[in-house]
């Protein structure tokens, strides 16, 4: 059974920094392609980070030079460093998974590969004053 888990989520002062983490089992980690969404309320999701299986990584031009994404195939963590927060980063962040190679991800951008990842965290909140 494939699961994953957020956590690091909270509140922060704008300016501030935040760490996510995101814990998966449950299935071939190394081989995904992962990465972090965002949903603020009343707006549409979003793509925010991705990392494919080599640890190639793309990011949504919002968040370009402040946020960072990670994974550790021996920890089976994915994290995202957040610096430089602001208020327009509220938003719950989810973690996601699925089987998209490298070409795939580049054709399709980090903001319409949602609907192609088939394993998804409950979210952790992200609240920045």
């Known amino acids: 059974h494939v699961q994953l888990v957020e956590s690091g989520g909270g509140s922060v002062q704008a300016g501030g920094s935040l760490r996510l983490s995101c814990s998966a089992s449950?299935?071939?980690?190394?081989?995904?392609?992962m990465g972090w969404f965002r949903q603020a309320p009343g707006k549409e999701r979003e793509g925010v980070a991705v990392?494919?299986?080599?640890?190639?990584?793309s990011y949504a031009d919002s968040v370009k030079g402040r946020f960072t994404i990670s994974k550790d195939n021996a920890k089976t963590t994915l994290d995202l460093q957040m610096n430089s927060l602001q208020s327009e980063d509220t938003a719950l962040y989810y973690c996601?998974?699925?089987?998209?190679?490298?070409?795939?991800?580049?054709?399709?951008?980090?903001?319409?590969?949602?609907?192609?990842?088939?394993?998804w965290g409950p979210g952790t909140q992200v609240t920045v004053s």
């Open positions: 996601a998974a699925g089987r998209l190679g490298k070409s795939s991800i580049e054709r399709l951008g980090v903001q319409n590969l949602a609907p192609f990842l088939s394993v």
């Open positions: 449950g299935y071939t980690y190394s081989s995904y392609c």
């Open positions: 990392i494919d299986s080599d640890g190639g990584t």
